[in-house]
């Protein structure tokens, strides 16, 4: 479904992925893994088409995507759910959604989109009406991950689902996390709570200074001391 090959990417001179070549199959769940500054936002805002790539390709069910205008990625079918949410927080929530289904395919299905969205976040249903910014932050990114699926993507992008929520609010995204992959949408997320995501994920990749060190199953990456000890902080 995706396929990436031998991407560079750099701020100015500042190299910030060397090489990356990795792939991603219909209806999979993956995650990448690494330490503060492996690359991994970078990596993901590249695939969203928010940075240009120096050089490599990226393929989107087999279309080159690589020079893509990134107003087109969303309509290609990829939707990100960015670090840190980026809500409009003087909003109200239904307002943010809607901002999620503004191209025409989309749009013409807001109604069924939105029921599905509270169905799978229930307490979005009660909180419509409410500014974004009222919000606590568990609440606002289900909001962000929703905003996301109203765009009716194939390929969901999420950059650190995890940070800053509390431990149960974690267990409960990644849990709608696998409800998502569940109804077949494909699934890239960059994540640096390694326990949750390799449970969750049936590869992974490790980044670590704009190269991928490692990849392989969850189990089969966990087994290799040397990969707990040095990239995963295990």
Do not use: W
């Not at 279309?63 to 990100?80: Q, S």
């Not at 503004?102 to 599905?116: V, W």
């Not at 969850?218 to 290799?224: N, S, T, V, Y």
Request: proline share 5%; glycine share 10%; hydrophobic share 45%.
């Amino acid at each position: 479904m995706l396929e990436v090959q031998d991407l560079h990417v750099a701020y100015g001179t500042a190299t910030a992925l060397s090489g990356v070549t990795l792939d991603l199959f219909a209806g999979e769940l993956l995650c990448v893994v690494g330490p503060n500054g492996a690359g991994k936002t970078t990596l993901i805002n590249t695939l969203a088409g928010i940075q240009c790539a120096r050089a490599g390709r990226i393929a989107f069910e087999g279309r080159d995507i690589t020079a893509l205008a990134p107003h087109r990625f969303c309509e290609a079918g990829i939707a990100i759910v960015p670090e840190g949410r980026r809500l409009f927080t003087g909003m109200t929530v239904l307002e943010n959604l809607e901002l999620g289904s503004y191209l025409p395919a989309a749009k013409a299905q807001r109604k069924p989109s939105l029921e599905a969205v509270t169905a799978l976040f229930p307490m979005l249903e009660g909180k419509l009406r409410s500014r974004a910014g009222e919000l606590s932050g568990g609440q606002q990114q289900m909001v962000a991950i929703a905003r996301a699926l109203m765009a009716r993507p194939r390929l969901l992008l999420l950059d650190e689902p995890s940070l800053g929520l509390s431990p149960l609010i974690v267990h409960d995204m990644f849990a709608a996390i696998q409800r998502i992959n569940a109804e077949g949408i494909s699934v890239l997320m960059v994540e640096q709570n390694v326990a949750m995501a390799m449970g969750v994920s049936t590869r992974a990749y490790v980044l670590e200074e704009g190269h991928i060190v490692a990849v392989g199953e969850p189990d089969e990456l966990l087994a290799r001391p040397e990969i707990k000890r040095a990239y995963l902080g295990l």
